[in-house]
């Protein structure tokens, strides 16, 4: 694996782990066009946590007022102080993303059936999750302007939220756009549909990194720690300012640009799917 391929792969890392693209249809596409073998694991991992890390710096006071709230609320239960309805919004958010991370829990230990449904490289599979996804985004372009700020959001909103994230658990489906859109659905505001869907992103993608170092550690694949380091640097920097771009895009109800482009996509990916299919040819570029 050489730089020129590890920074390609750690920017479109950036970009789609937070724009609602799929990231991981879009790596899958990409490493299969590229040929990349085993070392893709590894890879992938570090790519994930760098995209972590941008979450961290762009929502820096909203994950730290979580924190900061999590302990507050252990020292009210233990207290007698803990009053579910007097809850504040910082504290509401916080049990939200925990309810709905809990509906992503059972579900995801079943991952690897999910993107072996067809496989993570039939990328005929992955055209058809991101035509869905293009789905998702039209919808929620045409939703309503909703009301629903960190105060508001109910159980129902973050148990739905949640069961949009375990689809996304389907290469090519987007969890951004998936999480963002069913926000949406249940008549957040646009800004607290993004906060949400991207503090839900963290124990997302951290769990999914725990999990995938596991699967490295098994494979026992040699690691290149430059390589590795500036995969690291890119998914980071990059993610940092695709979460701008985000921010900026659902509050003038642009959500249907990334629409078109998945449409688009996942039509051009069932096209060379087919065909691959049908011929027995595959499209490597790189490898």
């Not at 820096?60 to 579910?84: I, N, Q, R």
């Amino acid at each position: 694996m050489n730089y020129i391929l590890i920074i390609i792969q750690a920017a479109v890392q950036g970009l789609t782990e937070f724009l609602p693209v799929s990231s991981s249809g879009h790596l899958s596409v990409l490493q299969h066009i590229m040929g990349v073998g085993e070392e893709s694991l590894t890879i992938s991992i570090v790519l994930h946590l760098g995209t972590l890390v941008s979450v961290f710096i762009a929502f820096w006071p909203t994950v730290l007022g979580m924190l900061k709230e999590f302990f507050f609320t252990l020292g009210d239960v233990f207290t007698g102080k803990f009053s579910w309805s007097k809850m504040n919004g910082m504290r509401r958010m916080m049990f939200m993303v925990i309810i709905a991370t809990a509906v992503l829990l059972p579900a995801y230990p079943f991952k690897d059936y999910f993107t072996g449904v067809e496989g993570d490289g039939d990328i005929v599979f992955e055209g058809c999750a991101f035509i869905l996804t293009a789905i998702f985004l039209f919808l929620s372009d045409a939703c309503a302007a909703g009301y629903k700020t960190d105060k508001n959001i109910k159980i129902t909103d973050a148990v739905t939220v949640g069961l949009f994230q375990v689809v996304a658990l389907f290469p090519g489906v987007s969890r951004s756009g998936s999480t963002i859109s069913s926000s949406l659905f249940c008549g957040l505001s646009r800004e607290t549909a993004v906060t949400f869907s991207f503090m839900m992103g963290i124990p997302a993608i951290l769990g999914g990194g725990v999990m995938q170092i596991k699967e490295a550690v098994e494979t026992g694949v040699v690691l290149n720690y430059t390589e590795l380091l500036i995969g690291f640097a890119v998914s980071a920097i990059v993610g940092f300012w695709a979460i701008k771009l985000v921010k900026m895009l659902i509050k003038k109800e642009k959500m249907k640009i990334f629409g078109v482009y998945t449409v688009i996509l996942g039509l051009a990916c069932v096209t060379v799917g087919a065909i691959e299919h049908i011929t027995g040819w595959k499209f490597i570029i790189v490898g």
